[in-house]
């Protein structure tokens, strides 16, 4: 999370920057800092506990932590860096100790710092501190975060470090130029037009919240252009703007007031999930706010008009795949690297992975965001609501011209209209945010190349009936499984049981069988075993298409070479699984997808997102992962998913004996039994972990 830390500085940097060009050469006189007029507060020989707790709510309200908190410190200690192209700005410490602290600090060298920029020494503090949004805080909730700060926190030696702003950017004093020109100080004044819970609203969002530091497009000095929305420029107050790389969404007349409350509590709602900065906004700040508060800043937000009205996106509609999913480049890119988490018809899956229609980040007519998340990554805020965090891995290692052309797929069928994007876009921001790729050597296939080959449309077919088995197949498959549930992503993710360079292994000798067998015998075999039903005709167009895929895959491989990411690996087989942990596991890290009771998750519709591990919709006691060696190898590196940043499904990240216990405790519940079983191994070699 600390590089959404930086991001939320960030957004704040190129004004303070700019503070410093604009004003290089002003007057002396000019830095001279404004006098403190704030009484100081009379707190006698202690602190109403109910002071300070209201303080430390405050603190919430502003999100101070974030800012003031850097990765593994102490909370409120400082020591977040800013890295801007102008120099480095570090946030400071401001906990209670004397020396490092704000602790020799007086109320109102305090206050004069929130409402003016100026610290207790007189000079001028960078506007990465949003002091122009804090000039509105209340005298009473000042006091109150001020009670909090000095008596509620432990105080912490940590001494600043300066920053090291490149010339003219470390000229302090021309920051009182800005202060003059741009800075508005303006108090909340409540509109008597309006009745309690707007006003609460509006100063929470004006204030504290500081939301337009983000949301409020910016004038030739890196000022908001708006602090609120009367006045000059008042339509522009949180209308969107871009912050660095991203694109911070309008928030005028965005949802319903419902749909606001609930992000702003849980990190998501039925249209989005919160990316970038705002995960840690959500985490540190707004998930701690009363429903009440929650609920002004919503009817606030849903009453200021929009210049751009957008119609409430409808509740997800459950279709299939649109037609341009299997025979358009953007469309296959879409179905290997997407579909699995979004969907076919981008319907997401509640609670985990975000929903594509109707979502902020696909329907803005600015791409950055959605272009930003695709380079870099991205994963769920913490909240009470949802603690487990989900995490999308980077794309980086797709070209410019992949991305635009999955990119422009999805705003075409989910994006409201939203135009295209570019190749060049996503060069652009490739070079300005240098996302780190990952050092893999495995040589992902990408689908998208059969529409490249003069038999393009079999392989298509071929490709289909790996990830659609159960849709297009119904009368061979007798459960909930697609051979993409153990071949991820159509068979193109190394030790995911790939399918590169596997037809040139056969004919081959199994010892299962106790013969040799040909590539559609083993393909067979997992619709008899797997998919819990009845084998194809070796003839028929589906094999003959599947075949056809699989020698696609093939590639250059001949028989005698290794073939990297082949398979699923092993576990070490001197462990021993422990069942009653493998519950404990299967409890936290998959029942989310696969259900308390091993049974699956189905969408609004009723069909099937992930199948079921155990019971008569799961694959018999003759499948591979019926063994527990067997499965606990698969586990290890494919599950689950959305579980870390690896590429291309954050797949994987249990130790071996986690994935044992947990391959133990599923492996053996209660499934449809294999009647052809007793023909098994004929020559000897049955396995420990075979289930007969």
């Not at 079999?458 to 197949?473: A, D, F, I, W």
């Not at 049981?497 to 559609?520: L, Q």
């Not at 039903?533 to 070796?538: A, S, V």
């Not at 006691?621 to 586990?635: D, L, N, W």
Request: proline share 8%; aromatic share 8%; net charge negative.
């Amino acid at each position: 999370m600390e590089e959404s830390k930086n991001r939320k500085l960030k957004r704040l940097g190129a004004a303070a920057a700019a503070a410093a060009v604009l004003a290089s050469g002003v007057a002396i006189w000019m830095a001279i800092p404004p006098a403190i007029t704030a009484r100081e507060p009379d707190f006698g020989a202690s602190v109403d506990p109910a002071l300070i707790e209201r303080g430390k709510y405050i603190a919430y309200l502003g999100d101070c932590v974030a800012c003031h908190t850097e990765k593994g410190g102490a909370p409120m200690a400082g020591g977040l860096a800013l890295e801007t192209p102008m120099g480095t700005i570090w946030s400071t410490n401001i906990t209670p100790d004397p020396k490092t602290g704000i602790g020799g600090w007086t109320f109102g060298e305090f206050d004069r710092a929130m409402r003016k920029g100026v610290a207790a020494n007189g000079h001028n503090l960078y506007p990465a501190m949003p002091y122009p949004s804090y000039a509105k805080i209340t005298e009473e909730d000042m006091t109150a975060l001020w009670a909090y700060l000095i008596k509620g926190l432990e105080p912490v030696e940590k001494p600043n470090q300066p920053a090291q702003m490149n010339f003219p950017f470390n000229l302090r004093f021309g920051l009182a130029y800005w202060n003059a020109v741009f800075a508005d100080d303006t108090p909340f004044v409540p509109d008597p037009a309006q009745d309690e819970e707007w006003n609460r609203g509006a100063y929470l969002v004006q204030g504290l919240g500081h939301c337009g530091a983000c949301h409020t497009p910016r004038g030739i000095g890196f000022n908001e252009l708006a602090m609120t929305e009367k006045g000059r420029n008042g339509d522009q107050f949180l209308a969107g703007a871009q912050v660095e790389n991203w694109h911070a969404i309008e928030l005028r007349d965005l949802w319903t007031v419902e749909d606001t409350v609930e992000l702003l509590k849980t990190g998501q709602n039925r249209f989005a999930t919160v990316s970038g900065s705002m995960t840690d906004v959500i985490l540190h700040s707004t998930q701690h706010f009363t429903d009440e508060d929650l609920t002004a800043i919503a009817v606030y937000l849903k009453s200021l008009p929009s210049k751009h009205p957008r119609p409430l996106p409808p509740e997800p509609v459950y279709t299939g795949a649109p037609d341009a999913a299997f025979n358009t480049a953007g469309g296959l890119g879409y179905m290997q690297f997407c579909n699995d988490c979004h969907r076919p018809d981008g319907t997401g899956v509640r609670g985990i992975f975000p929903a594509l229609a109707g979502n902020p980040t696909i329907t803005a007519k600015d791409p950055s965001s959605l272009i930003h998340i695709t380079l870099t990554g991205w994963e769920t805020a913490a909240t009470n609501a949802y603690p487990r965090t989900y995490t999308m891995p980077a794309f980086a290692r797709l070209t410019d011209k992949e991305i635009a052309e999955i990119l422009s797929y999805v705003r075409e069928n989910w994006g409201g209209g939203a135009p295209a994007v570019t190749e060049a876009q996503v060069a652009k921001a490739r070079k300005n945010i240098d996302p780190k790729i990952d050092a893999s050597t495995f040589v992902t296939p990408r689908l998208a190349s059969l529409l490249d080959e003069p038999d393009k449309d079999q392989l298509v077919l071929g490709m289909r009936l790996n990830s659609e088995t159960n849709k297009l197949l119904p009368g061979h498959v007798g459960n909930d499984l697609n051979c993409t549930s153990c071949h991820l992503n159509a068979g193109t993710v190394a030790d995911g049981s790939p399918y590169v360079g596997v037809s040139a292994f056969f004919p081959s000798y199994a010892p299962r069988s106790g013969r040799e067998i040909t590539m559609a015998d083993r393909i067979n075999g997992c619709f008899r075993r797997s998919m819990n039903g009845q084998p194809l005709k070796p003839d028929s167009e589906e094999m003959l298409a599947m075949l056809a895929y699989f020698d696609w895959m093939k590639g250059e491989t001949r028989p005698e070479d290794k073939v990297e990411g082949r398979g699923i690996g092993k576990i070490d087989p001197s462990l021993t699984p422990d069942p009653v942990n493998g519950e404990k596991i299967y409890a936290a890290q998959c029942a989310v997808c696969h259900g308390a009771n091993g049974e699956g998750l189905k969408d609004g519709a009723g069909r099937v997102v992930y199948p079921a591990l155990w019971g008569e919709r799961s694959f018999n006691i003759g499948a591979g992962m019926a063994r527990t060696y067997t499965a606990a190898a698969f586990v290890k590196r494919n599950m689950p998913i959305g579980f870390h940043e690896k590429f291309p499904l954050g797949q994987g990240g249990l130790s071996d004996q986690e994935a044992l216990d947990v391959a133990e405790f599923f492996s053996h519940k209660p499934r449809p039994d294999f009647p052809g079983k007793e023909k098994d191994w004929p020559n000897g070699g049955k396995p420990k972990d075979a289930r007969y």
